[in-house]
Each structure stands twice: as C-alpha cells, then as structure tokens.
C-alpha cells in the first residue's frame, strides 16, 4: 500500500497505480510518500494487534479513540486484496477480515501517521 499526503492540508491519497515524479500535488506543492511505521515506542499503542480464529483475523489496536486523537482507519492489504474499516472516535478500534496468510495489517493515527505489521 503505498499513500502520499500533502504537509500542508494533510489531505490523504491511496496510489493505486504510480505515476512520474511530481505528478501528485496539492496545495501547490509535490505529495510525499507516508513511510509506514512498525516498532511502537510512543506511550500510545499504534502496531495492529491480531488473532487468528479458522478463516478471520480479528484486529485491534491498543489506542485512545478520543476526539483529538484515535486510529482513522484499519486496513488488511494482501498481492490480490485489501479491506479496509474506518473508525470514528469513541469507536472501539477493531476489526474483522478474511484470513490471508502473508497479509499486512495497517492503521492509521490521525496524530502519528501509518503503523503496520505481518500476519503471519
């Protein structure tokens, strides 16, 4: 999963195909690429959590989900699939997917960007 963001209004993109350099802007300017993060050594917990039951992945994030800060959004992305649940805050931060071995799990804290890990 690749996402680009823009530093000045935040405004989030999923690229589903890359294009040329300095094709997606906004505010005037070039996009960056979000570089997910995966060792957790913020006091809030980021890392998508999992536990495997027969053919689903039940996925939790161990965070806060106030209204100046939460997890947006969860995402199971495999080679031919990807499911995504968008969270609100008070929302419990969890989701359910189809099982795919060899899969990444993602979230996204609107304070502290993109998280991942392997399911395995």
């Not at 999923?14 to 906004?26: A, D, G, L, S, T």
């Not at 980021?46 to 536990?51: D, N, R, S």
Request: aromatic letters at 8%; one cysteine or more; charged letters at 25%.
């Amino acid at each position: 999963m690749t996402l680009k963001q823009c530093k000045s209004c935040g405004a989030l993109v999923k690229v589903i195909k890359e294009c040329p350099e300095n094709c997606m802007q906004c505010c005037g300017k070039e996009m960056e690429t979000v570089v997910p993060n995966s060792v957790d050594a913020a006091v809030e917990k980021h890392i998508p959590t999992y536990e495997i039951l027969g053919d689903t992945i039940s996925v939790y994030v161990p965070h806060v989900m106030e209204e100046e800060h939460f997890i947006e959004w969860i995402s199971l992305v495999s080679d031919s699939k990807e499911y995504t649940v968008k969270l609100s805050p008070k929302e419990e931060p969890k989701a359910i997917f189809p099982y795919i071995s060899n899969s990444t799990l993602y979230s996204y804290c609107n304070k502290h960007g993109l998280w991942k890990t392997t399911v395995n």
